[in-house]
């Protein structure tokens, strides 16, 4: 703890001084560009790999980067992302798994969290991806296996966030982009679902 305390207050005294234009600014309120759903794996940070400032991301962090279904009981996720549209208007929502990721490799070794009741009722929000796996990948195993259920997750997290309604009513007017994106812990890469080619890409400089 003590070297996040240290950290706080070299904040205060630097980072903060650095900024306080933007801070200032940030006081008046919150316009991001963008929301991001991502895992609540410590090994990833948003703004670090996206070289976001303070006020350009709305970030949902969670086990798995899951948005369970709308009208899902205590769905803290999609309630989330429906004040970042309704109420900011972010018009670009992208959803990013990561490689080595714990809770997708529960999906798949559930006797390591047989005893993680929450974390067990919190995956049942990725039994789509189970069964997609179970039907297409079959053939995979260890790291490989678990980075393609990484990018399947993805993508039926995609599918729940149709499922809100101010989502799916933009979607039909051409006003809000959904993203689907994989992050590479090992090399620091960021792939993105190319849906004309229904596979991962490495991101490119010009990729939208």
Known sequence: MQHLI???HYFQNVG???QKELF?????GQTPQVCFITCSDSRIDPNLITNAKPGQLFIVRNPGNVVPCYGTANNSAMAAVEFAVAMLGVKDIIVCGHTHCGAISGLFQP???ANLRSLKEWLIHCDSTLEIIKDHYSHLHGDD????ASEENVL?????????P???????????NLHAWMYKIETGEMFV???TESQFKKMQANTL
């Open 193 to 195: 679902y190319e849906s």
């Open 16 to 18: 903060f001084k650095q």
């Open 24 to 28: 200032e600014r940030l006081a008046e």
């Open 111 to 113: 006797e390591k969290i």
């Open 156 to 164: 039926v997290q995609l599918e729940h966030l149709r499922s809100l």
């Open 145 to 148: 296996l678990y980075t393609v």
């Open 166 to 176: 101010v989502i799916a009513s933009r979607l039909t007017r051409g006003l809000i």
């Open 6 to 8: 240290e950290g706080v």
